[in-house]
Structure formats: structure tokens, C-alpha cells
């Protein structure tokens, strides 16, 4: 890391408060990407016999934001705290790399869910005829379609470099004023993979919102709309909702930031508004696996299943060893009692039954119940040469009078 810092120096152009700001912001992001996205595929692998086709897309989508929150931010996290990128110029391409390859492809990923949503409700005759198949070519399309955009800086077709934050790479948004290619680059990316991925979404749940309000409509008017029919209405209207604010929110500012940087006055984009929107762009990473696991209900009932059985698994364990340690100390009690107390003869009352505790023995009445029995004293009588043990409420009242 030292000779990459003398081959390859870029500074921070933000304050240290803001870059530790920024770190904090990233881990927060981390942890809770891994944690949603890893809990989101477990969930997947668990009922993955009962896994619809539209379903890929969710399990695309998280591959995609676990891949980017794992080869992001572990560079991105101590290059903020430093206050500087702290690795050398491979690692910044690779970084750049990934972050544009994962971040079209959820991009893509929603656009294409959005499309096949629409097509499901709206048009049921071919919607209802979707498969596996068809699924699994749309998400290689997908992958295709984001390489292509991520490998076009590798080859001559636009430039990767620093932010302009200087604790991360991305694309170089300052080239396009002395490269055609870049220039035309920047322009296909900002209107393929933001424009039109912005007009599709937007469409798609707009037509799914109008389709559903009608049929909505149509059934009140015969049912209660308490029915199964309304569930699902109102779970899609809150999905289509949920994705369109979580796309706008990551991806707008950091697009408004970049245009402006590329087709405007370059000086007069602050760093700090680029740090901001990087901020949002790799909170995607965090919010899609919230609003699938809180939104869809076959989701959440098998993630609650897996939790309760979890519990009940780490309980059962807990009870057992718990068990086994308590049975040598009750052992080891008892005996302690048992030798406590006896008589002034110096025998035991009741043969290691201590009177503190419940007898383990059970009676069976006359009706047939089980009801506990009572701790009971014992004396050794002599007689003669023999000597024999009976309970103390068989004596006569003057031999336990006596004993007593």
C-alpha cells in the first residue's frame, strides 16, 4: 500500500468529518446489506421448490447488491477514514468496474421485473404463459446488458478515475469535454440505463396501479373486499409503490450530479454533493431486500417460520444442557440433605428422601388419580438379637412417644 500510495496519491477534497461521516454511513450500509441481502437468499434457498419465475428477478437482484456491498465497501470503508484512496490504480479500476457492472445490473434487473409485472397483471393471457425459461433469458440479459456499459471504459469507450470526492472511483465525469467517445459514452449511459430504465418503471406500475384500481373497483361492487383478491391488490400497489420511491431515491441525485458535471461547468460541482449521491446510489444495496422481505407475504411467512423453528431449535439445546448440568447438582443436593439430616440415632428419616423436596414416587389413589406422597420417618427397633425397620407411624403411641 505504500508504493501505491506513490504511484497512484489521490486525496480526499472533502473535510474529515465528512469523509468519517461518509465511512460510517458505508458501514452501516454494509452490515445491513449483508445481513438483508444474505437473510432475503436464505429465505430463497429454503423454498426454493415453491419458487415462482417472476421470483428469479428478486434472487438476480440480490446477487447483485450482496456482489457490490462485498467488492465496494471494504475498499471504500478505510480509503473514508483515511482520508485518502489508500490502494493503487488497478484496484480503483477494479472498483469502478464493479460498481458500475452491480449497479446497471440492478438498474436493469428492476426495469425488466417492472416490465414483466406488467405484463402479469395487465395482460394475463401471455402473462400466465411466463416460465422458468423465460425468466432465466431475462436475467442473462440483464448481465449482458450491464457488461456491456461496465466493459465499454475498459476498452477505449468512455474512461474510469477518481470521484471527484477522491475517496472512490467511478467513471471519469471530467474526460467528455476532451473525448468524443467519451462524450457519446456518458450520453448512452445517461439516457439507456437511467432515462429509459426511469420511463419503463414509471410506466409499467402506472399501467399496474390504473389495471388494479379498476378491478378493484369491479369487485367491491360484488364482494366484500376483504377477499383475497384485495390482499393482492393492495400488495402490489404497495410493491409498485415501494420500488418506484427506493429507484428514485438512490439513482436521482447521483444522475443529476454526474450530468451536471459532464455537460456543465465541472468547477462548479462541489465534492461534497457527489459524496452525498454516492451515499444514496449504494443505498440501493440496502432498501430492495427490505421491501421484498416486509412486502411480500410468502417471504415474511417463511422467514417467520425459519425464525420460530431457529428458536425452537437453540431452545431445545439450551433445555438440554441446562437439564444435564442441574441433574449431578440436584444429585449431589440430595445427598448433602440426606446426610444432614438423621435422627439422633444417627440414621437417616427416610432412606435419602430429603424432606424439602418432592417425593419422585407417586400413590394412586382409589379413583385412579396420582397424587404425591409424603416424606415419611423410619426407626430401626430392636428386638432381641434382630432388629428391623418400620415407619414411625406404625409404633404405638408409647414407643413413639419414646422415639420422638
Known amino acids: 500500500m505504500g508504493n501505491a500510495s506513490e504511484t497512484f496519491l489521490i486525496l480526499s477534497r472533502i473535510s474529515k468529518d465528512n469523509d468519517f461521516l461518509i465511512g460510517t454511513f458505508y458501514s452501516i450500509f454494509g452490515v445491513l446489506s449483508l445481513l438483508g441481502n444474505g437473510i432475503l437468499l436464505f429465505v430463497v434457498y429454503r423454498k426454493k421448490s415453491s419458487l415462482k ?7 438476480n437482484l440480490a446477487v447483485s447488491d450482496l456482489s457490490m456491498t462485498i467488492t465496494m465497501f471494504p475498499l471504500a470503508i478505510p480509503s473514508a477514514y483515511s482520508h485518502m484512496w489508500l490502494f493503487n490504480k488497478p484496484a480503483c479500476t477494479v472498483y469502478a468496474f464493479c460498481g458500475v457492472l452491480f449497479g446497471l445490473c440492478s438498474l436493469t434487473n428492476l426495469t425488466v421485473l417492472s416490465c414483466v409485472c406488467w405484463l402479469k397483471v395487465c395482460c394475463p393471457n401471455y ?55 467519451a462524450m457519446s459514452y456518458i450520453i448512452c449511459l445517461f439516457f439507456f440505463c437511467y432515462i429509459m430504465p426511469c420511463t419503463i418503471i414509471f ?26 383478491i384485495s390482499n393482492a391488490h393492495a400488495l402490489i400497489m404497495k410493491l409498485s409503490v415501494a420500488v418506484c420511491i427506493g429507484f428514485l431515491t438512490a439513482w436521482s441525485p447521483y444522475a443529476i ?20 449521491a454516492a451515499i ?9 431486500p427490505i421491501i421484498y422481505l416486509v412486502f411480500k407475504p410468502n417471504f415474511r411467512k417463511s422467514l417467520c417460520q425459519d425464525v420460530a423453528h431457529c428458536r425452537r431449535t437453540l431452545c431445545g439445546c439450551l433445555c438440554q444442557h441446562s437439564s444435564a448440568q442441574e441433574r449431578p447438582c440436584r444429585q449431589s443436593q440430595h445427598k448433602e440433605e440426606y446426610d444432614s439430616t438423621r435422627l ?54 408409647e414407643l413413639q412417644s419414646d422415639f420422638l
Not at 419465475?53 to 434472487?59: A, C, N, Q, S
Not at 396501479?209 to 376483504?226: E, M
Not at 444514496?280 to 430492495?288: G, H, I, Q, R, V
Request: with cysteine; proline share 6%.
Open 53 to 59: 419465475p417472476t421470483e428469479l428477478f428478486v434472487v
Open 127 to 181: 402473462g400466465n404463459k411466463f416460465s422458468y425459461c423465460h425468466a432465466s433469458l431475462l436475467v442473462a440479459g440483464v448481465w449482458c446488458y450491464a457488461g456491456v456499459f461496465a466493459i465499454g471504459p475498459l476498452s477505449g469507450w468512455g474512461e474510469y478515475g477518481a470521484e471527484p470526492y477522491g475517496t472512490a472511483c467511478c467513471i471519469n465525469w471530467h474526460v467528455p469535454r476532451q473525448n468524443t467517445a
Open 203 to 228: 410506466l409499467s406500475y402506472t399501467f399496474i396501479l390504473l389495471t388494479v384500481r379498476g378491478s378493484h373497483q369491479a369487485v367491491q361492487q360484488h364482494v366484500s373486499p376483504q377477499n383475497k
Open 257 to 276: 450530479v454526474a450530468m451536471w458535471a459532464a455537460f456543465g461547468d465541472t468547477a462548479s460541482v462541489p465534492p461534497l454533493a457527489f459524496a452525498v
Open 280 to 288: 444514496f446510489a449504494k443505498s440501493s444495496t440496502l432498501y430492495n
Open 344 to 397: 439422633s440415632n444417627g440414621l437417616a428419616e427416610n432412606h435419602g428422601a430429603c424432606k424439602h423436596c418432592p417425593c419422585p414416587e407417586t400413590v394412586i389413589g382409589t379413583r385412579g388419580n396420582f397424587t404425591p406422597c409424603s416424606p415419611q420417618q423410619t426407626a430401626r427397633v430392636l428386638k432381641g438379637s434382630l432388629h428391623s425397620e418400620v415407619a414411625v407411624s406404625q409404633l404405638s403411641i
